[in-house]
């Protein structure tokens, strides 16, 4: 299986960088994870979406979407569940 590489929008990077030290290094591992497994036990599809995944970092998620044919993961959202799917 191949690695794939790893994108962060800006606007994550922000949202990165509002949470608690400790929610951060625990996404970084879970984003650094992603790279040689991008469907890690606990990863949910997002209905209305084809390429859109989810994972949970304790109460907050890593919105990502898949680029198969690039071996591209785009973390597009990183923040608390209750204010992740909101637009």
């Known amino acids: 299986m191949a690695s794939y590489r790893v994108e962060i ?29 991008p469907y890690p036990p606990g990863v949910k599809k997002l209905t209305g979406f084809e390429h859109t995944c989810r994972v949970r970092v304790g109460d907050n998620r890593i919105l990502y979407d898949i680029q198969e044919d690039r071996l591209i993961i785009v973390i597009i959202r990183v923040k608390h569940r209750k204010h992740v799917y909101r637009r």
Do not use: Y
């Open 9 to 37: 929008k800006p606007s994550a990077v922000k949202e990165l960088d509002k949470l608690p030290r400790k929610i951060v290094q625990r996404a970084i591992a879970a984003i650094r994870g992603l790279v040689e497994n």
